[in-house]
């Protein structure tokens, strides 16, 4: 079964600055996607970047980008110029491309980010 | 808007009570999921629903009994709950077919058992 493993429960950074998340994952398939979430304290889940397995370029949206290490099977965001509403809980997801019950997002625990003014 | 509404947004109830989550989405998506989030602990996946027919229930007790009446609406009813099952409950929805897109969620149900 695929796991998905984020090592740092919590991460902080100064307003504007760039920071990383990491993101692991184990997985025996070669044609899947993976995702990054955002949770702030409304709750509500919100995809924040995507990127799909087969395609070697890194996925960029704005100021929010992706590090894919296939063979490493490594998958972080880094987010750049950080703002103060940058604050929540980021999940890292992975699913297969496969259908049925295989196709279901698998997440990670979660990094809770902190923004400092 | 997120376009998946869950009500309410906060429930209490005792353990001998009966209560009943609720999930609404009008994106024209066909599959539905309730998951459970838990402090430290991955999300955890409920029930899956494709086309209003249950699909997956990952070993959920019995006392957790999902219904999906039509592709739009989701429930959740819950009765003779214990207080570890005290969490966030989320629904998302999603189009089949279209994996790249991942799921839309909404704002869960933060459900508490005394």
């Known amino acids: 079964a695929q796991t998905v493993t984020q090592s740092q429960p919590e991460m902080s950074v100064q307003e504007a600055e760039t920071v990383t998340l990491s993101c692991t994952y184990d997985?025996?398939?070669?044609?899947?996607?993976l995702f990054w979430y955002k949770q702030p304290p409304s709750r509500q889940m919100i995809l924040v970047i995507r990127?799909?397995?087969?395609?070697?370029q890194n996925a960029t949206e704005n100021r929010f980008s992706v590090n894919f290490q296939k063979a490493a099977k490594s998958f972080s965001l880094k987010i750049s110029d950080s703002q103060l509403g940058d604050a929540a809980m980021y999940f890292c997801?992975?699913?297969?491309?496969?259908?049925?019950?295989?196709?279901?997002?698998?997440f990670g625990k979660g990094t809770k980010l902190s923004v400092k003014p | 808007e997120t376009g998946v509404t869950q009500t309410p947004r906060h429930l209490v109830m005792g353990m001998t009570n009966k209560k009943s989550l609720k999930c609404e989405q009008h994106?024209?998506?066909?599959?539905m999921y309730w998951y459970k989030q838990s402090a430290k602990k991955p999300l955890e996946l409920m029930f899956v629903?494709?086309?209003?027919?249950?699909?997956e229930n990952n070993s959920v007790p019995s006392r957790f009994s999902p219904e999906c009446p039509n592709s739009s609406h989701l429930f959740l009813h819950l009765h003779t709950l214990q207080p570890e099952d005290s969490a966030l409950y989320l629904c998302?929805?999603?189009?089949?077919?279209?994996?790249?897109?991942?799921?839309?969620f909404g704002s869960g149900t933060r459900l508490t058992v005394v």
């Open positions: 997801a992975y699913r297969s491309a496969l259908g049925g019950s295989q196709g279901n997002l698998i």
């Open positions: 997985t025996s398939e070669s044609d899947y996607y």
């Open positions: 990127q799909e397995a087969y395609k070697q």
């Open positions: 994106l024209g998506h066909n599959a």
């Open positions: 629903y494709n086309f209003k027919e249950q699909t």
């Open positions: 998302a929805s999603h189009r089949l077919g279209q994996d790249f897109y991942g799921y839309t």
